[in-house]
């Protein structure tokens, strides 16, 4: 029994890697009951994980040509939903948190809302970001600023998502500490916002 799953894993991920639909659609109806469950359980939303789940098969089929073997690609579709499902509740939280901070300047001085979207004070971001090796600087822009998944951006950039991982970790780290440096230049909830879009 086991040699013939062996071999129908293997004849499939054949398939899958010759752009059969069929083979796409086996795995499909095999893992998404179980990968749509997971990005539920972490997002807390269905209607956001129904998406975020369509996303990461359309990502699966981009890179079916790609995989070792079953456990390999069952592992990657894990993987995958649950880094789409933190970088959502990131976006969230930074949603969050801008409406909180405007909000909360509503109920202030009015003109504290234009000082905190003025030009000079958010290029002080991009002066932060330009600290960056190139490299590193185009993940950080691709992920944090342009909202590209890590699959997407190691995509554009022929890297692996690994290493994306790694340079958004290091890139947080540089640009957090370059505006800590240089938090007498802003104010606190403008500080607040650009530490929110490094996370």
């Known amino acids: ?22 083979a796409f659609d ?26 975020l789940v369509q996303e990461v098969f359309f990502a699966f089929w981009k890179k079916r040509k790609d995989f070792e073997d079953a456990g390999h690609a069952a592992n990657w579709l894990f993987l ?4 789409k499902s ?10 969050r948190l801008m409406k909180q901070t405007v909000a909360t300047l ?18 002080l971001l991009e ?4 600290q960056l090796p190139e490299k590193r600087k185009k993940v950080f822009e691709l992920c944090r600023l342009q909202g590209k998944t890590y699959a997407e951006a190691a995509a554009e950039l022929g890297i692996s ?5 790694n340079h958004l970790s290091e890139a947080g780290e540089t640009i957090r500490a370059w505006l800590l ?18 996370l």
Do not use: W
């Open 127 to 130: 002066k932060a970001v330009a």
């Open 80 to 83: 995958t939903s649950y880094h």
């Open 1 to 22: 029994m086991s040699n013939h799953v062996s071999y129908e894993e293997k004849l499939l991920l054949a398939q899958l890697a010759a752009d059969s639909h069929e």
């Open 86 to 95: 933190l970088n959502q509740l990131r976006q969230h939280a930074r949603e």
């Open 161 to 165: 998502v690994n290493t994306v991982k």
């Open 106 to 123: 509503q109920h202030n001085d009015p003109d504290d809302i234009a000082y905190l979207i003025k030009e000079n004070q958010l290029n």
């Open 26 to 51: 086996t795995f499909y109806n095999r893992y998404f009951e179980a990968v749509y469950r997971n990005v539920v359980k972490i997002t807390g939303d269905a209607a956001v994980a129904e998406d």
């Open 181 to 198: 440096q240089h938090r007498e230049e802003l104010p606190a909830t403008t500080l607040l916002l650009l530490m929110a879009t490094c």
